[in-house]
Structures are given as structure tokens and as C-alpha cells.
């Protein structure tokens, strides 16, 4: 066993007929059902099997029996970045720029398959055997639907519906349409405040 979290387990595993090594990670059926996660495995599930690309974790195959639900994933022996971290402690420039721009390859890549990744960190970025990062663990992405952002009419204070738009977080506070615009236009704002400021390198990095 390589991992193990609150709905299952990760394992190591051989094909018989070509010895080829796969991760394969487990998870328990009720304990899904149990805690409402259902839908995030559906999500992880999906783009895997939308997004094939070299910059994110590879799903060969899904199955299910009664108490369990499988996914057959590549094989990624060198762990994750967290443990490089923790190892190296400093990352070189030339590294760390060569690990940033794999990560932007990799979000830009679920980007254009229109899907929001929601949970990068250290421990979600793995390395493989050729010490390339492959992005995994995509149970919080959303689909962006964006024929549903272009019609939208924002004009009015009330929801068309009567009710709030989030949909996986039933106990957040509700909002119109009219404080989600609110909302947005404020972090545009701050984004492009941030967005304009210089950078400032200190004399051991490169401009």
C-alpha cells in the first residue's frame, strides 16, 4: 500500500500477463455514499477519462463490485513534491522554474477541457519515473459550463429560480445574483491590482 485516506486506499499492482505496474486506488462504496462524496469521484472519474494528456495522472481503466469502486491509474514511483520538498528543503532556480511551468502546463491543459482545478498543492503534484510532474487527485474539479455564464442575466437582485446557485455547499450562506456579480467584480478588481504590481527578485534569482 502506497496511500491511504478516509474512503480507501492506494496499492501497488501487477498485470500477470505483461508484468506492467499500475496504481490502483480503492474506495469504499458506502463510505461514499455515507459522506456525500459520490459526486466527487464521478467528477475525478470523468476527466480522467476526458483529459488525456501527459501532464496529468493516466486512468487506464474503472470498475466496481459491491463494496468497492477501482481506478487502474499509471504508476508514479518518485512521490510527490511535498516529499521532494521535505528531502531538498531549497529548490534551485533552474528547478523550481522547470517544476512552475509543468504546473501551468497542467492547469492550462484542464483549463482548455473547460474544468476548474480546485486543489493544487504539494502533495497533489507527483513526479514519474523520468522526474516529470503528473497532477492527480481531481475529486474538488468543476466543469465550467460557459452557454450557462453567457445567459446568465445578472440585471436583476433575485435569483430566476428562488434559490441559490451553489451546489455543493447546501449550508453556505445564499446569495442573488446580484451579490455574486457583486462578488466577482470585487476579486477582478483585486486580481488586477495584483496583476500590475512589479515584481521584485532578490540578488540570487534571475530577473
Keep these: 500500500m502506497i496511500a491511504k ?3 480507501g486506499e492506494v496499492k501497488i499492482c501487477i498485470e ?4 506492467n505496474v499500475y496504481a490502483m486506488k480503492k474506495l469504499k462504496r458506502s463510505e461514499l455514499l455515507s459522506r456525500g462524496q459520490v459526486e466527487h469521484v464521478k467528477a475525478e472519474r470523468n476527466l480522467l477519462v476526458e483529459v488525456d494528456i501527459n501532464c496529468i495522472v493516466k486512468l487506464y481503466c474503472s470498475f466496481q463490485d459491491t463494496k468497492y469502486l477501482y481506478l487502474v491509474m499509471e504508476s508514479l514511483p518518485r512521490g510527490d513534491m511535498m516529499t521532494l520538498l521535505m528531502r531538498k528543503d531549497t529548490l534551485n532556480e533552474d528547478e ?13 491543459s484542464i483549463h ?8 493544487i498543492k504539494p502533495d497533489n503534484l507527483v513526479l514519474d519515473k523520468f522526474c516529470h510532474l ?16 453567457e445567459d446568465t442575466n445578472f ?23 446580484q451579490e455574486q456579480l457583486q462578488h466577482w467584480q470585487k476579486n477582478r478588481r483585486t486580481l488586477a491590482r495584483v496583476a500590475k504590481i512589479a515584481l521584485r527578485f532578490g540578488s540570487s534569482l534571475s530577473a
Design 96 to 108: 523550481a522554474k522547470f517544476y512552475v511551468a509543468e504546473i501551468v502546463l497542467a492547469i492550462e
Design 16 to 19: 500477470k500477463s505483461t508484468t
Design 134 to 149: 503528473r497532477l492527480l487527485d481531481f475529486g474538488l474539479c468543476k466543469p465550467l459550463d460557459c452557454s450557462t455564464l
Design 5 to 7: 485516506g478516509a474512503f
Design 112 to 119: 482548455k477541457h473547460n474544468y476548474v482545478y480546485r486543489d
Design 155 to 177: 440585471s436583476s437582485g433575485d435569483n430566476a429560480s428562488g434559490s441559490s446557485t451553489s451546489d455543493d455547499c447546501s449550508s453556505a450562506p445564499r446569495r442573488t445574483q
